[in-house]
């Protein structure tokens, strides 16, 4: 019953900005490390930003600098602020939930995707 549903993605000029949000249902996130990651076609699957429960931040080097990750525990959501887009940043962006749930048990949990693309 554990949902994530991304939104904001969409066709953006080269040096435009986009902000995609993540909002979660059926679990409180407040708990769990979330994520955002991207996956071209024939590619794997790689990290973009993430944020602890404590909010604690991480970055791909790639997109130090022009991107921001955020997670609001009282709304039950995550948004990744993009700025600075480049065509490279072109793919579709997910949303993720880890960590250990209160029974114990590993948690992971994947939005349907939202298409980013950035035009030169």
């Known amino acids: 019953q554990v949902q994530l549903v991304e939104s904001g993605g969409g066709l953006v000029q080269a040096g435009g900005s986009l902000r995609l949000s993540c909002v979660v249902s059926?679990?409180?996130?407040?708990?769990?490390?979330m994520g955002w990651y991207r996956q071209a076609p024939e590619k794997q699957r790689e990290m973009v930003a993430t944020i602890t429960s404590g909010g604690s931040t991480e970055y791909a080097d790639s997109v130090k600098g022009r991107f921001t990750i955020s997670r609001d525990n009282a709304k039950n959501t995550m948004s990744l602020q993009m700025n600075s887009l480049k065509p490279g940043d072109t793919t579709v962006y997910y949303c993720?939930?880890?960590?250990?749930?209160?029974?114990?048990?590993?948690?992971?949990?994947w939005g349907q995707g939202t298409q980013v693309t950035v035009s030169s």
């Open positions: 059926g679990s409180r996130i407040s708990r769990y490390a």
């Open positions: 993720n939930v880890r960590g250990l749930a209160p029974w114990g048990t590993p948690v992971n949990y």
